[in-house]
């Protein structure tokens, strides 16, 4: 199920599967990749899984690709990238709008406002595709995947992006939650990845424990660099934990940081006063 060799074009329809094609946005840059996916999911009667941003441009290439098809709107999750799109789409169509609305005001589109709230193992059944929700929390507390059942092909939003990791942003983004949501994928027969943002991939299975084994390792970094260092606040031990990355990226890089320290003090292994975090002595914790 590889795509062919060559760039994303926006606002350009790319069937991937017999059931699943995919519609990328205008909107480039540093943490959207080549723009934010819209996948399209049936042929006769179609939901649209990530409306993505209000881009007049992005909102007309769907409608013109779908109009009148479009009988679900769905989001991933309710970052200014993914969902807002969901409104015009919405007013345009009639379609009912199904997701899950934040748990904070953080980077979000407070705009959403779905039809239905979801909740793990949401299932639209229709006579062309199963989309069934998974909800895997971790970038954010309300971010489901959502698998084509008859293809097994997840649709993972922001939970898994082609070409870079994924920011967990706290205070709804957590850690262990997200590594947690990553094991929870591997339950369910996978054929291929639609990201939120690059190219399918395959081998789902490889991907994910990849994921997994990077950030495990990127938690023991934050272990031995912070117990060398006694104590620190995050713009110190950012520079130690991510000095593989361009420090144009530390802004964000000190959310996933903050992130993994948050799951090292859920699991008493490390503690914060003042806002500068240490290690915890194994023999001393609870």
């Not at 690709?65 to 409104?87: L, M």
């Not at 904070?104 to 039809?115: A, G, L």
């Not at 130690?240 to 890089?253: E, N, Q, R, S």
């Amino acid at each position: 199920m590889a795509e062919i060799d060559g760039d994303i074009v926006p606002g350009e329809v790319y069937q991937l599967t017999e059931r699943v094609a995919r519609i990328t946005a205008p909107n480039p840059g540093v943490m959207t990749g080549p723009g934010t996916n819209t996948y399209l999911i049936g042929r006769d009667e179609i939901a649209v899984v990530d409306p993505g941003p209000l881009e007049q441009a992005h909102v007309d290439a769907i409608l013109t690709a779908c109009g009148e098809r479009i009988k679900w709107i769905v989001a991933t999750h309710t970052h200014p990238d993914h969902s807002p799109a969901w409104a015009p789409l919405a007013e345009a169509t009639g379609a009912p709008v199904f997701g899950a609305t934040a748990q904070d005001k953080m980077f979000q589109d407070e705009t959403f406002v779905p039809t239905e709230e979801i909740a793990h193992d949401w299932l639209l059944k229709t006579e062309a595709f199963s989309l069934r929700g998974i909800h895997t929390p971790g970038h954010v507390g309300n971010h489901f995947c959502f698998l084509v059942e008859e293809d097994g092909v997840v649709l993972t939003g922001d939970h898994i992006m082609n070409g870079s990791t994924v920011v967990i942003v706290p205070p709804s983004g957590d850690m262990k939650a997200y590594i947690d949501s990553l094991r929870l994928l591997l339950n369910y027969r996978l054929t291929a990845i639609a990201p939120g943002h690059g190219k399918l991939m395959d081998n789902p299975e490889g991907v994910v424990q990849w994921i997994i084994d990077h950030r495990l390792t990127r938690e023991a970094k934050v272990v031995d660099k912070l117990t060398a260092l006694g104590e620190a606040d995050l713009d110190e031990l950012v520079v130690a934990v991510y000095d593989d990355v361009d420090p144009g990226l530390y802004p964000m890089a000190k959310l996933s940081l903050s992130a993994h320290l948050i799951k090292l003090a859920q699991e008493s292994r490390a503690t914060s006063v003042s806002e500068r975090w240490s290690m915890l002595d194994p023999c001393l914790r609870a």
